[in-house]
């Protein structure tokens, strides 16, 4: 393209079973990596197909943390987005909703959008006592519908953080893996599925209002924008926060 505006949407997954079902944990075989409750996914798919109506632009390639709530919510919003029928009476992918891959580059996994690996973010009695979060990649990639993962994309972050990350360390991890995975891809549409803290940084980071993000609902997610011009090489202008939804914010 000559001209144009890059995108790039970081969300929120949707509603964690841990946070309904408080008895879940004692039984968990991991109980730091909760998966949603059904009205999850409702609301994952909802916003896929709020995406599809609303957003005013494509959506080319998905990013995700490795974490089963961000995996089955990044499912959900593919299966919205990637929908051949009209799903105006389907609430989930569970409806039986048919897809076409190839309405989306890839979907890839990404360690860089993982929670913040401390106790303020994860409840220490639900913490892997050997700080060990174990995750396969392959059982990450199994949650997508078929034909929609690419398992060749190389991952900005090979690794997780350590345990017991900073705050501060976290929130410039989030920042930064924003600017690598968009310079990366500076020509496509970026949905970049995370978690709460993940996206207060993607909003404090990109306006010129000195704001505090005070709540960030789940689904709740921005949209970034920046001025992309192609003229035998890429020239990309600085992002711009563009809207938020379901994110409450206050002055500093």
């Known amino acids: 393209m ?17 946070n309904f079902e408080p008895l879940w944990t004692e039984k968990a075989a991991r109980p ?8 999850g996914k409702v609301r994952a798919f909802c916003t896929g197909k709020k995406f599809n109506n609303s957003l005013g632009f494509p959506i080319h390639r998905v990013f995700v943390s490795p974490f089963l709530r961000c995996l089955q919510t990044a499912s ?28 989306l580059k890839v979907v890839s996994v990404e360690y860089g959008l993982c929670e913040m690996l401390n106790l303020q973010a994860i409840r220490a009695e639900s913490a892997p006592k050997d700080g060990n979060f174990a995750f ?25 953080p350590k345990w017991e990350e900073s705050i501060e360390g976290a929130r410039d991890r989030y920042e930064n893996i924003i600017k690598i995975l968009a310079d990366k891809y500076p020509t496509e549409n ?36 920046r001025t992309i011009k192609d003229n035998k090489s890429v020239t990309a202008g600085e992002f711009k926060l563009c809207s938020q939804t379901g994110i409450l914010t206050m002055p500093t």
């Open 136 to 160: 396969s990649i392959s059982e990450c990639e199994a949650v997508f519908p078929e034909g929609t993962v690419d398992s060749s994309v190389e991952r900005v972050y090979q690794e997780l």
């Open 32 to 39: 730091w990596d909760p998966p949603l409750i059904f009205d």
């Open 190 to 225: 970026l949905l970049l599925v995370t978690h709460g803290e993940g996206v207060g940084v993607s909003v404090t980071a990109h306006t010129p209002d000195h704001v505090m993000v005070i709540e960030v609902e789940y689904c709740g997610y921005s949209v970034l924008r």
């Open 76 to 103: 959900e919003v593919v299966h919205a987005l990637c929908a051949v029928d009209d799903c105006v009476n389907r609430m989930s992918s569970a409806d039986g909703v048919n897809i076409d891959p190839s309405k």
């Open 2 to 18: 000559d001209s144009g505006h890059q995108h790039v949407v970081v969300m929120r997954h949707g509603d964690r079973i841990d």
